[in-house]
């Protein structure tokens, strides 16, 4: 009896412990021919996980590894003459340097005022807005905009000094572990907020737009990369009973070009579409705040990490939208803002062009079906020298050159309103 309990004590302490990450590789391999490619691409169908996927012959492409799953990888990569360098050789240690550094700047700056520049909890984060809110009711709000698997608010903050304008909307933190996605987004908001009446660019930015930001629109994934699994991705939709895997890649859920290249039906790979178009909460609070604004959005903007990239709709095709010259042009003002105020080097054009096929994307039904012209996804830092593990003294730099960029592709878009 006694063991009987203690090995369920330990099945329940195994289930509950932190996903180790000790000895995990990240390791890049370049493509040469169709046949290693296509290998690459089937390995999306697997629980593999992609960290640049594969795009084209000659494209590097970069993916994690466990310790125990190495030689027989080389040997599948082997067999179709697949050379490969390892990019990263200890993932968990990364992680756990990470975590220093969080713990440090959190004890260094106890009882002081939010710091921007360390990473924070969804709870930390709310707790940002609502003081927003109680400081300045006038110009901010904050609306509950869904209710996630484990009973989080989707929280939508509203900046605005009137009503009716034109929207200016952004998704942050849809994939879980792109953490700078969520401190850029809040640090831009936080810009708007106090700079607003004694800054002459932000007031008017304030005073033409209603500015809506989704703050984390993946509670429970990102919820889960501090408790459990600092890598997940998806949502946490546990998924029937049976299913092998838990969680939906909420980017590949939208009704456009759903369940095509660049998506998954397997329920373990990293980019599973879900078992419908807006089967998840997640993307239908999305869904349903962008009817509930009636065509008022005039630019959108999906935050990602990391690869330094500034992208263009289509994700689901090679095709460039009609409005793709008034796209790109203003696009090229926004990434040359960016690159001026510290030289980060940005790639810039559609994502089906320059990165690789993403079906059932935001930024693609923001652009097709809410008919936002101005809609973007943007990768911020860094090119993987980091990639999701940005170091929290990275997020200032981050978050003041995506938003430069974003000043002067906003000043340029007032001009057409
Ligand atoms: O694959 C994705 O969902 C995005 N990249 S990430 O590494 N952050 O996962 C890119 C999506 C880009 N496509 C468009 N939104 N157009
Ligand atoms: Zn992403």
Request: aromatic residues 12%.
């Amino acid at each position: 009896m006694k063991t009987v309990l203690a090995a369920l004590m330990l099945v329940a302490a195994v289930a509950a412990a932190k996903v180790d990450y000790a000895g995990h590789m990240v390791i890049r391999t370049t493509p040469t021919n169709d046949v290693q490619l296509n290998l690459l691409r089937r390995m999306q169908d697997t629980a593999i996980d992609f960290w640049q996927a594969p795009t084209f012959v000659g494209r590097a492409v970069d993916f994690r590894v466990e310790p125990q799953s190495y030689s027989e990888m080389a040997r599948t990569l082997d067999a179709v003459h697949l050379t490969h360098d390892i990019l990263h050789s200890d993932i968990g240690q990364m992680i756990d340097n990470e975590q220093q550094q969080i713990l440090l700047r959190r004890a260094l700056r106890a009882g002081k005022a939010f710091d921007f520049e360390n990473y924070h909890t969804y709870e930390e984060i709310v707790g940002l807005v609502d003081q927003w809110v109680m400081d300045k009711p006038g110009l901010v709000s904050k609306s509950v905009i869904g209710t996630t698997y484990e009973r989080r608010d989707i929280v939508m903050t509203t900046i605005r000094s009137g009503l009716n304008k034109p929207v200016f909307f952004f998704d942050c933190g849809i994939h879980a572990r792109e953490w700078i996605s969520p401190a850029t987004c809040i640090w831009i908001m936080n810009e708007l907020i106090y700079k607003y009446g004694n800054d002459a660019e932000i007031t008017s930015f304030v005073d033409a737009f209603e500015w809506k930001f989704i703050p984390s629109i993946n509670p429970d994934g990102f919820a889960y990369t501090w408790s459990t699994g600092r890598l997940w991705r998806k949502n946490r939709n546990p998924l029937p009973l049976g299913t092998p895997c838990d969680g939906v890649d909420i980017n590949r859920n939208f009704a456009v070009g759903f369940g095509g290249s660049g998506a998954s039906g397997s329920t373990c790979s990293e980019i599973y579409y879900g078992k419908g178009a807006f089967s998840e909460l997640e993307s239908q609070a999305v869904r349903d705040v962008l009817a509930s604004l009636q065509g008022r959005v005039k630019a959108a903007i999906s935050m990602h990490s990391f690869s330094q990239l500034w992208l263009a709709p289509y994700g689901y095709n090679t095709q460039y939208p009609s409005n793709y010259t008034e796209m790109y042009r203003v696009m090229e003002i926004g990434v040359n803002a960016l690159t001026a105020t510290y030289g980060t080097v940005y790639e810039y054009g559609t994502t089906g062009t320059l990165l690789y096929f993403a079906s059932g994307v935001t930024t693609d039904y923001y652009y097709d079906a809410a008919q936002i012209v101005y809609s973007y996804t943007i990768e911020v830092r860094d090119t993987g020298v980091y990639g999701f593990e940005l170091p929290p003294d990275q997020i200032l730099p981050t978050a003041t050159e995506t938003w430069n960029g974003l000043k002067a592709f906003t000043a340029e878009i007032m001009k057409t309103l």
